[in-house]
């Protein structure tokens, strides 16, 4: 079956056993040239190692660092090494013809603030505003969207929105147009949208807060590698993956969990990775382990792909198998509890089962799944799976609510 989302169930569960709960990803600044009297007389390297939670914040504290460090003015350029995936992707964008949405961004060894743009929308007195966050001067903003009366109900399907480039010489810049129209009553709203391209979004983030900072930078930017001799300056790790897991399967972060799958296949098997090093890599660590899936197909680890498949008895086994394992505390702490958090927050509210179990969501056009451990009112544990392909999938919803009281209920 198409499993939908649910099968960031296995590649969290890999990650942790393949590259620890203590796992954390490192990004690093370099000089390449000399730092004389506050100024780097060449150019800044970062070296990107695939971080899925590289946030605007950590950025900014690297650059507060780097000041801290001595560097005032940055003479050449800012050069982004990302040679530790390959630049070959599963195009995601194709998934469902939205390629600014969010969860179709692929995955990048560079890859800030999970490439988005939050765009709130503020009405006041009558009057409706659109701002971005964060700020970039390379996105132009047309607000073309009437304000108007009535319920807030679906406000999102009652916008439309281009994203259109800029022609030289404005150059990685972009218009955003939005139309459509906005009801007064649902005040403020926020839409994610990823609508610069990996470099220019990275390095125009930088720059903002280089200058925010009081620092000056003269070049411009480009894609190369750390060159031999470079000079390590400043470096940043992430949070341990046992708390980067529990932002991937609470909200299915579709991102996060490709950058993830890329780094298993980088970590044990080659750099550049790609997703088929990913693929043999998991599939022998299953082997290894005596879970032998014939029908498994991985394509991304994320389950944002018609392709890939698992059967509803294997994704249990697998589910068996981490419950007996050293991570289970991380890796059932990581899932979405009915009733209190994640995609779970809003299901199950009024069965005696919420706060009982801890179950990943999964939902694309045709595909509708949940999977994971129901806690009986026995104090027993169950390993619950439940896949639906089919068209009306989505009105599979209440059968599998259904399945999870009865679970909880048994004798």
């Given amino acids: 079956m198409n499993t939908a989302s649910t099968m960031k169930l296995l590649t969290t569960y890999a990650g942790l056993e393949l590259l620890g709960p203590a796992y954390r ?39 507060e660092d780097l000041r801290l460090a001595g560097v005032e003015v940055i003479r050449g350029d800012i050069v982004i090494d990302t040679d530790y995936f390959a630049d070959k992707y599963y ?35 009558g009057k409706l505003s659109i701002e971005a966050d964060p700020d970039l001067e390379e996105i132009h903003i047309k607000n073309e969207v009437k304000l108007v009366k009535g319920e807030c109900g679906d406000w999102r399907n009652r916008l439309r929105f281009t994203v259109e480039p800029m022609l030289e010489p404005h150059a990685n810049q972009v218009t955003v147009t939005f139309m459509g129209e906005y009801a007064a009553s649902c005040q403020d709203k926020t839409l994610e949208l990823s609508v610069l391209d990996d470099g220019p979004y990275a390095y125009n983030l930088l720059r903002n807060h280089w200058q925010s900072l009081g620092g000056k930078l003269h070049g411009a930017w480009r894609y190369g590698k750390v060159p031999p001799g470079a000079e390590p300056l400043v470096s940043h790790d992430s949070p341990p993956l046992s708390e980067i897991i529990r932002t991937i399967n609470k909200y299915s972060n579709n991102l996060m ?5 890329m780094t298993i296949g980088a970590e044990r098997a080659a750099s550049p990775v790609m997703e088929a090093d990913s693929i043999h890599v998991i599939q022998a660590w299953l082997a290894s382990k005596g879970l032998r899936f014939p029908e498994l197909i ?22 068996l198998a981490a419950y007996a394992s050293p991570v289970m505390p991380e890796y059932l702490s990581a899932l979405p509890i009915p009733s209190v958090d994640g995609t779970m927050a809003n299901r199950l509210r009024n069965s005696p089962s919420r706060g009982s179990a801890h179950l990943k969501t999964g939902t694309i056009t045709g595909v509708s799944a949940l ?11 169950w390993v619950t799976v439940i896949m639906v392909n089919d068209p009306k999938s989505s009105a599979s919803r209440t059968a599998q609510d259904a399945l999870i009281d009865w679970v909880y209920q048994q004798p």
């Fill in 371 to 381: 999977a994971g451990y129901v806690h009986d009112h026995k104090g027993r544990r």
């Fill in 298 to 319: 991985l394509e991304n680890g994320s389950g944002l792909s018609r392709n890939e498949r698992i059967s509803a008895q294997h994704m249990a086994a697998f589910l």
């Fill in 91 to 125: 195009d995601a964008a194709v998934f469902d013809d939205k390629p600014h949405s969010p969860y179709n961004a692929a995955p990048n060894a560079f890859a800030v603030n999970i490439k988005s743009t939050s765009f709130h929308f503020l009405e006041n007195k």
């Fill in 257 to 261: 969990v490709r950058q993830l799958f």
């Fill in 25 to 63: 990803w490192r990004t690093e600044l370099y000089a390449d040239g000399k730092v004389e009297q506050g100024v780097l007389q060449g150019d800044l390297v970062i070296r990107g190692r695939g971080d899925p939670y590289l946030l605007s914040a950590d950025m900014r504290q690297m650059l």
